[in-house]
């Protein structure tokens, strides 16, 4: 049997994934802009020469040259040639340079870069039906995390997210004891400490690499004081009588979502409050078929899940769960009442009420 191929449908598609092709080369050179400081520069001088842009980096002429035509090809910097220079647009700088703005994206970029060091691992995963465990990564990977994740946490956390919890603020500003599962470099839970100096809080997370680094950050941030650190799995930390608990994109990291759950419903204090950020999916595949739901199902399948088949219980959640599903995790673990108070288009929070 043989089959006519629709020659149209073959070349377009081709097209798109050449397209795909040259997102993924950019992708690298974006990373290698971000580490030479290339776009920092761009942002702070407006037009450049190719010329000036390696002398304020000190950087090779020739290859700035290269890689700005890469950069103005993929639509990121804009090329002038009536004066031969370059610009990095201010709503591009945001995105690229600005590691203060909410719409900060490099971190994604270098969860990327840490993906390509362990593809090895990756297929090997596939192939054994193995996990692969967060520690397995490189350094790309836990700085990627959290540059990615920050700008999101820093713009909304203590001025969205914890007002939308009843009586949250309230309570924190009166001095509540909360938990904050899967720290990670502490990112958070600093935020939490600063915004609430009545509070303590304790950051837990099972990667003892990661906790030195929160530790750290909480001694830079002056918050030591009301910030400790657990070196604990998700369902093992020992503190009890807690007003809120929080889990950060890491639930569907973990091998035992459900176990997790239970655990902070008995660490939780009655009356107390979990709150669940996730990332933004709904409950159906067909639901997700766009570009948010492409970038998770991607870190999905080479960080996320491995990392939860590397753990006991292996539940291989996923990052696109969907709200349905995390609904049943929290409601199966005795909380009476979940519900999402917020969202944005990257991520969902959801409030759950012992």
Known sequence: MTTTLDTDRVQAFASNLFGDLGATISAALIHVGDRLGLYRALADAGPLSSTG????????????????????????IVYQPESQTYLLPD?????????????????????????????????????????????????????????????????????EWLP??????????????????????????????????????????????????????????????RLS?????????????????????????????HAAAAHAFSALREGGTLMLVEPMAGDRLEDNLNPVSRAYYGFSTTICTPASLAQEGRCGLGAQAGEARLREVLSHAGFRTVRRVAQTPFNQIIEARR
Not at 229 to 257: I, K, N, Q, S, W
């Open 229 to 257: 650190f657990e070196c604990a799995a998700a369902g093992e930390y020992t503190g009890r009588g807690f007003d809120l608990v929080t889990f950060f994109d890491c639930l569907h990291d973990m091998g035992d979502p």
């Open 53 to 76: 842009l390696a002398r304020r980096t000190e950087t090779s002429e020739r290859y700035i040259r290269e890689w700005l035509a890469n950069q103005c090809a993929s639509g990121y």
């Open 91 to 159: 709503e591009h700088a945001a995105v690229l340079a600005d590691e203060g703005s909410p719409a900060f994206m490099i971190g994604g970029f270098q969860m990327a870069a840490g993906v390509f060091q362990v593809l090895d691992k990756v297929e090997h995963a596939f192939r054994s039906d193995e996990g692969l465990d967060w520690g397995e990564h490189d350094a790309h990977m836990f700085c990627g995390v959290e540059r990615f994740f920050g700008p999101a946490y820093r713009s909304s956390l203590v001025q």
């Open 164 to 225: 939308a919890l009843e009586g949250m603020c309230a309570k924190l500003e009166a001095g509540a004891r909360v938990a904050d599962v899967g720290c990670g470099h502490g990112n958070t839970a600093v935020l939490m400490a600063k915004a609430f100096p009545a509070s303590t809080v304790v950051g837990i997370d099972v990667h003892a690499a990661s906790i030195a680094i929160a530790e750290r950050r909480a001694a830079d941030a002056g918050v030591a004081d």
